[in-house]
């Protein structure tokens, strides 16, 4: 699988927006770039994912550079329940090994109130 | 709702004594999976099924063994536990095994082995 590059921690105030980057320069043309969080004390979360367009969804906002080598988290109005950490995850084609995900680091998210 | 469960949520054993941790979804999900998390590790997958019956090894499969029986159900299982599985476990599952399936996580079993 394709790596991935977060930041090992970014800080938010409540009610802002919040921009998550992520850097994967060498993905293939057929890996979708997933996106997870985990709240502490609990299972990872599914919050988007897409391929080459910008996507939308209740959670969050996708937006994926042109050449798709960068993309960004967009989560519209950060609130303190969305303190956790986030991973960028590259998925390709075949399902990857075992089809399972491959967990980075991530990005721990701090919200201030 | 749509939910993986798992039980026991905590666990404290003593090394050798056989214990099951079940888990269970109620998505008719094709695929299910065993991650374990461990500090600095990250999450690593100790074995997934892709149907009934159908089981295979992930990355971390030494001392763990599952069952698929029921679409439903994948328990795993630890025959002779030791100190060096004692983690938290997320048991997972998803509709697919392509790149555009999202995968659901219980919420975590955490295990203690003395």
């Known amino acids: 699988d394709a790596k991935t590059t977060q930041p090992n921690s970014m800080e938010s105030n409540e009610e802002e927006p919040v921009h998550l980057p992520c850097n994967h320069s060498t993905i293939s043309g057929t890996d979708y770039i997933h996106w997870y969080r985990q709240l502490p004390s609990q299972g990872p979360e599914y919050v988007i994912h897409?391929?080459?367009s910008n996507v939308n969804n209740r959670m969050a906002s996708l937006a994926i550079a042109e050449d798709r080598k960068s993309s960004t988290l967009i989560l519209h109005r950060a609130t303190l329940r969305d303190a956790a950490v986030y991973y960028c995850?590259?998925?390709?084609?075949?399902?990857?090994?075992?089809?399972?995900?491959?967990f980075g680091k991530g990005t721990l998210l701090t919200v201030n109130p | 709702e749509a939910q993986v469960t798992q039980n026991p949520r905590y666990l404290i054993t003593v090394t050798g004594k056989k214990l099951t941790v079940t888990c269970s979804q109620n998505?008719?999900?094709?695929?299910m999976s065993w991650y374990r998390q461990d500090p600095g590790l990250g999450l690593r997958q100790i074995y997934y099924?892709?149907?009934?019956?159908?089981?295979d090894k992930g990355d971390v499969p030494e001392g763990y063994k599952v069952s698929r029986k029921e679409k439903r159900n994948f328990p795993l299982i630890l025959e002779s536990p030791s100190p060096n599985q004692t983690s938290l476990y997320f048991c997972?599952?998803?509709?697919?095994?392509?790149?555009?399936?999202?995968?659901?996580f219980g919420p975590g079993t955490r295990l203690t082995v003395t």
């Open positions: 897409g391929l080459t």
């Open positions: 997972a599952s998803s509709r697919g095994t392509g790149p555009t399936y999202e995968q659901y």
């Open positions: 099924s892709m149907n009934v019956e159908v089981t």
């Open positions: 995850i590259l998925r390709g084609l075949s399902g990857g090994s075992n089809y399972k995900l491959t």
């Open positions: 998505m008719n999900h094709e695929y």
